[in-house]
């Protein structure tokens, strides 16, 4: 939280050792020359293998899933929105129940608040780049810091910032981490689509994380929940709630 692999045209083993076998002029030399063409040429193959495998390892099938496609297509008429968070965040053996607030506008205005939940009175601006202007809940909410964007008075417990925490670089994720990506139906109107990654990160936010579902509204195509995994337990749950769109936000609401 704040808080997408043929050899079939080499000829079989007993012809490249036919010694009788007429060879084009410029491989008539010697034997070991066409071997080394032949080498050459498997390696332009298996390059361009390895080329096609790591353009797929790149989530080539989110461009064709329906539900990510449908949201980049409502996302495009989205100018700002409101919106409220539950999350349930675990690491190791700690873990942590917050519910934020939070107000969005295009490209880069974003603004939190923890309204229950550890660190409740909490919140913080972000205005592009790597530096959070926010304040702590309590009788210190009338001091305003700056501080850089992970710090760790400005993110969650798993160590999600608040751009990390916005809706569009939440389903971002499933277009840019390479794994298995598949959609199926959900409950209550939803649509689900699933990754697994590839490789289980070992460090940063999604360290540990095998597993990660999206839950798509049909009729909004808007995220409404996300959980994440590791192994079979939860170590992230996010609901959105109380959605608004294009509220008309301007500067100064952040």
Not at 2 to 13: D, H, V
Not at 104 to 109: G, Q
Not at 123 to 141: E, I, N, P, R, T
Not at 225 to 232: E, H, K, L
């Amino acid at each position: 939280m704040a808080r997408c692999w043929s050899m079939s045209l080499l000829p079989p083993r007993a012809e490249l050792q036919d010694p009788k076998r007429t060879y084009p002029p410029r491989l008539k030399k010697r034997h070991g020359g066409f071997m080394l063409l032949r080498t050459r040429s498997f390696s332009i193959y298996l390059s361009a293998f390895f080329v096609c495998a790591l353009l797929v390892g790149q989530n080539a099938f989110a461009a064709t899933t329906p539900a990510l496609k449908a949201f980049d297509e409502a996302w495009s008429r989205v100018n700002d929105y409101t919106v409220t968070v539950r999350a349930h965040e675990v690491l190791g053996g700690d873990s942590q129940n917050r519910v934020y607030q939070f107000w969005y506008k295009k490209p880069n205005r974003a603004k939190t608040l923890i309204a229950d939940g550890d660190g409740r009175g909490s919140g913080g601006v972000w205005s592009g780049g790597d530096k959070v202007s926010g304040h702590q809940g309590g009788f210190l909410s009338h001091i305003h810091l700056t501080v850089d964007l992970h710090d760790r008075r400005a993110v969650s417990l798993r160590g999600y910032t608040i751009p990390q925490g916005l809706i569009m670089n939440q389903v971002a994720q499933y277009k840019e981490i390479k794994g298995a990506l598949s959609q199926h139906t959900g409950p209550d109107n939803t649509e689900v689509v699933e990754l697994k990654p590839a490789s289980v990160a070992t460090s940063g936010t999604e360290a540990g994380v095998t597993n990660m579902e999206m839950f798509f509204n049909k009729s909004t195509h808007l995220p409404v929940r996300q959980i994440r995994y590791a192994g079979d337990k939860v170590v992230s749950d996010e609901s959105w709630s109380d959605l608004k769109t294009n509220v008309g936000l301007g500067d100064g609401d952040f």
